[in-house]
């Protein structure tokens, strides 16, 4: 769920950043997949920057990080419910067979050359799953650039 959740904080400008926390800035060592912090409580989220393997949002406790040492900050984070229910919904509906069963981002196909066309959001980008949940369910989290 981590990955998902870095992507729907990545497409909503949104890290969550807990305000009455304040980002841990300094070395860390992440050994045997795992990151001791004791400022971080169990089922939050932090988000990690500055590492090579490990930026991004992840759950505390860490069970899954690549080991490294690595400059940056940890930040904890205070996710919405609503936001984390979403991010289980497109856990769930991956793990059953992926967004290409539930909706199709192509709106033409062509067999014999083989060829797509990919629906676009107006100015020609390609739509992501991500960025039509973001449209659509999450825009009020939505921070301006």
Known sequence: MERILTQICGELNNWFTDRNASAAYGTYEIKNGTLPLDHITEGQCVRIVGSI????????????????????????????PEVMQIAAEVQR???EGGFANAVTLYISESFGGYSRTCATDGNGVPLSFIKLLVNQRLEKWRKMP
């Open 53 to 80: 393997f490990n930026d991004g949002v992840h759950m505390y406790p860490f069970y899954d990080l690549q080991d490294e040492t690595f400059t940056g900050a940890v930040m904890p984070m205070r996710i919405p």
């Open 93 to 95: 509906i991956e793990a």
